[in-house]
């Protein structure tokens, strides 16, 4: 079977991960990342900020 390019190779399974880059902020920046089996989006951790909640 020939693999399409739209769908991945069959041969890898199911589960196989399509990660693709994706621009955010402005073309050619790359600073997302898109999972095309789940449908989500990831901003890249360089740009992520982490915020602490205070414990009561």
Same mark, same amino acid.
């Given at each position: 079977m020939k693999p399409d390019p739209a769908v991945g190779d069959p041969h +890898?399974?199911?589960f196989a991960s399509?990660?693709?880059e994706r621009?955010?902020?402005s073309?050619?920046?790359a600073l997302l990342?898109?999972?095309a089996?789940? +449908?989500y989006e990831?901003?890249?951790i360089n740009?992520?900020?982490l915020v602490q909640l205070e414990q009561q």
């Amino acid at each position: 079977m020939k693999p399409d390019p739209a769908v991945g190779d069959p041969h +890898r399974g199911r589960f196989a991960s399509r990660l693709i880059e994706r621009d955010w902020l402005s073309p050619g920046d790359a600073l997302l990342t898109y999972d095309a089996n789940t +449908r989500y989006e990831w901003l890249d951790i360089n740009k992520s900020e982490l915020v602490q909640l205070e414990q009561q």
